[in-house]
Every structure is written in structure tokens, then in C-alpha cells.
């Protein structure tokens, strides 16, 4: 009972905020694409500068924690792709598949029903965990949207300096060398970036609008399941293999079952990567995840 309670209360906020932008950006003349632009180029390099340049990286078991997750979102990227090419997906649907199927939310949703599953003293290890997942994810979703019109060195290129991976990449130098940057630059920063998620959302619910309607193509259902189910199996089998167990296998399986992150529908917006099909999969596996986390949560705590 207590669990859905919290569910509610971390789940129902995003629905609502989603449907204030389904229901208002078209009244009020709001398009989906400017929001995702401010997203994509200013709030989400403010957000990834501001929880990865003073968080405490150090220590093995950082390392096993970042292992498990690329190893879980490896496995799902690479099922959801090749589902939906069996399927008759195009290179598009493709891409999207495997950004969908491998970049989960967990940040605002993920950190948040950890906290309540495994305690708060579990947190730290989950802020590892999600940086260990928004590295890769955005740099994957830029560089497969690139790679449609660019040569794969140009768009590995693209996606490591685009801009929330170049903010990592500078933060991270910040915090190995011990550098503690004035507050007149930190504070803006941390302004800046408490704005991303609630944006995002408003723009996941405007964007929603401008589709029409949620699909359910194999496109859509392939990826999600996939996200869902196959990115926790494999991501808590590697875990358990490098040595994590208790509360960090918990919590591996736990983060890697949250639904795509929000943040797919950005890029897909932003580099013209499918961005009906993310939109959909985003608001379907999200949806689908009020059943299957519970299940991961039971069968880990």
C-alpha cells in the first residue's frame, strides 16, 4: 500500500505536468520544438555539469555499478533493434529502438523509487548509477541520429561534443582535479538546471499533442518491453557477476527498470530521430512501468 502511494506521488506529478503540456501548448501557441532546443542546448548541459563536478566518483564499487548499467543497456538496445528490424523497422525505427530500449529515466523517477525501496542511505550509489546511464544515453542517441547523414566518425564526433556530453566531459576534469569553481558560476548553473525536468515533461505532453495520438507498432512495443524487462535481467545477471549483491543488485535492477528517459524525446526532436515513434514509446513504456516495477522491486528487496 505504502509502495503505491509513493508510486503515485513520483509517477502522478510527470502525468500531470505531461498533460498540462498536451492540453495547453496548442491554446496558448506553444510548439514543442523551441522548448526541446532550450532542453537540448542550455538546461540539459546546466543539469549534467551541476550533479557530475562535486559528486563523489571514486571507488570500486563505482566502477562495478557503471559496468552493470552500460551492460544492461547494451544487452536491451541491441534486442530492441534487432526486434524491431525483424519486424520490418526502417534505419530510423531502428535507431530509435535502441535509444529507447537502453536510455531509462533514472534520474527524477529512478532516484526517487530507489530512495523509497533501499533507503536514502542509498542514494549516492544511485547518483552513480544515473551517471553511469546519461553519459552513454545521450551520446548514443546523437550519434545514431548522426549517423543517418554523417560518416561514423563525424558522428561519434558530433556526439561527444554536443552539448550535455561536452558539459560532462568538463565537469568530470573539474572534479578528478579538485577544482571548486565560485558560486557566481555554480549557483546560475544550479538555477539553470532545476528547470530541465519539468520542461522536458511539459514538452513530452506538447510534443504528444503535435503527434495526434499514442501508437502501438511494434516499433513503439518492442522497445519498451525491452527497456522494461530485458535492461534489468541483464543489467542485475552482470552485477551479480562483478560482485555486486544486497542493495547495490537491488538497486541496479531497480534503476535499469525504469521506463526511457524522458530526454530520448529531446534528441529525437532536436536530430530528427523518429521523434512520433520515441514520443509514443516514452509515454507507453512509462505507462507500462507502474506494473513492471513493482515486479523488479518484489523480486530484489
Same mark, same amino acid.
Given at each position: 500500500?505504502?509502495?503505491?502511494?509513493?508510486?503515485?506521488?513520483?509517477?502522478?506529478?510527470?502525468?500531470?505536468?505531461?498533460?498540462?503540456?498536451?492540453?495547453?501548448?496548442?491554446?496558448?501557441?506553444?510548439?514543442?520544438?523551441?522548448?526541446?532546443?532550450?532542453?537540448?542546448?542550455?538546461?540539459?548541459?546546466?543539469?549534467?555539469?551541476?550533479?557530475?563536478?562535486?559528486?563523489?566518483?571514486?571507488?570500486?564499487?563505482?566502477?562495478?555499478?557503471?559496468?552493470?548499467?552500460?551492460?544492461?543497456?547494451?544487452? &536491451?538496445?541491441?534486442?530492441?533493434?534487432?526486434?524491431?528490424?525483424?519486424?520490418?523497422?526502417?534505419?530510423?525505427?531502428?535507431?530509435?529502438?535502441?535509444?529507447?530500449?537502453?536510455?531509462?529515466?533514472?534520474?527524477?523517477?529512478?532516484?526517487?523509487?530507489?530512495?523509497?525501496?533501499?533507503?536514502?542511505?542509498?542514494?549516492?550509489?544511485?547518483?552513480?548509477?544515473?551517471?553511469?546511464?546519461?553519459?552513454?544515453?545521450?551520446?548514443?542517441?546523437?550519434?545514431?541520429?548522426?549517423?543517418?547523414?554523417?560518416?561514423?566518425?563525424?558522428?561519434?564526433?558530433?556526439?561527444?561534443?554536443?552539448?550535455?556530453?561536452?558539459?560532462?566531459?568538463?565537469?568530470?576534469?573539474?572534479?578528478?582535479?579538485?577544482?571548486?569553481?565560485?558560486?557566481?558560476?555554480?549557483?546560475?548553473?544550479?538555477?539553470?538546471?532545476?528547470?530541465?525536468?519539468?520542461?522536458?515533461?511539459?514538452?513530452?505532453?506538447?510534443?504528444? &499533442?503535435?503527434?495526434?495520438?499514442?501508437?502501438?507498432?511494434?516499433?513503439?512495443?518492442?522497445?519498451?518491453?525491452?527497456?522494461?524487462?530485458?535492461?534489468?535481467?541483464? &543489467?542485475?545477471?552482470?552485477?551479480?557477476?562483478?560482485?555486486?549483491?544486497?542493495?547495490?543488485?537491488?538497486?541496479?535492477?531497480?534503476?535499469?527498470?525504469?521506463?526511457?528517459?524522458?530526454?530520448?524525446?529531446?534528441?529525437?526532436?532536436?536530430?530528427?530521430?523518429?521523434?512520433?515513434?520515441?514520443?509514443?514509446?516514452?509515454?507507453?513504456?512509462?505507462?507500462?512501468?507502474?506494473?513492471?516495477?513493482?515486479?523488479?522491486?518484489?523480486?530484489?528487496?
Amino acid at each position: 500500500m505504502a509502495f503505491l502511494g509513493v508510486l503515485l506521488n513520483v509517477m502522478g506529478p510527470v502525468a500531470v505536468i505531461i498533460a498540462g503540456g498536451y492540453f495547453s501548448a496548442g491554446r496558448l501557441g506553444i510548439e514543442a520544438r523551441p522548448l526541446s532546443r532550450m532542453a537540448f542546448w542550455i538546461l540539459g548541459p546546466a543539469f549534467m555539469f551541476d550533479i557530475l563536478w562535486d559528486s563523489d566518483l571514486s571507488g570500486g564499487v563505482a566502477i562495478r555499478l557503471a559496468v552493470a548499467a552500460v551492460a544492461g543497456m547494451t544487452v &536491451a538496445a541491441v534486442v530492441g533493434a534487432g526486434g524491431v528490424r525483424l519486424l520490418g523497422g526502417d534505419g530510423h525505427e531502428r535507431s530509435a529502438a535502441a535509444m529507447t530500449s537502453s536510455y531509462g529515466n533514472v534520474g527524477n523517477t529512478g532516484l526517487a523509487i530507489s530512495a523509497f525501496a533501499l533507503g536514502d542511505e542509498i542514494l549516492p550509489a544511485a547518483g552513480v548509477f544515473m551517471l553511469a546511464v546519461n553519459v552513454p544515453g545521450m551520446m548514443l542517441g546523437i550519434g545514431l541520429a548522426q549517423s543517418k547523414r554523417s560518416s561514423l566518425l563525424r558522428s561519434v564526433r558530433i556526439a561527444v561534443l554536443a552539448p550535455m556530453p561536452l558539459a560532462s566531459i568538463v565537469a568530470f576534469a573539474i572534479n578528478v582535479t579538485g577544482v571548486v569553481p565560485p558560486l557566481l558560476v555554480t549557483r546560475p548553473i544550479s538555477l539553470v538546471a532545476a528547470a530541465l525536468i519539468p520542461v522536458m515533461l511539459y514538452t513530452l505532453g506538447a510534443q504528444l &499533442a503535435e503527434t495526434g495520438r499514442v501508437s502501438l507498432t511494434p516499433s513503439v512495443t518492442v522497445p519498451s518491453a525491452a527497456k522494461l524487462i530485458v535492461a534489468p535481467v541483464a &543489467a542485475g545477471v552482470v552485477a551479480a557477476y562483478v560482485g555486486l549483491d544486497d542493495d547495490l543488485l537491488a538497486l541496479t535492477v531497480i534503476q535499469s527498470a525504469m521506463p526511457p528517459a524522458v530526454f530520448c524525446m529531446v534528441i529525437a526532436v532536436e536530430q530528427g530521430l523518429a521523434p512520433k515513434t520515441v514520443t509514443s514509446t516514452v509515454v507507453v513504456a512509462t505507462l507500462m512501468a507502474a506494473a513492471t516495477v513493482p515486479v523488479a522491486i518484489a523480486l530484489t528487496v
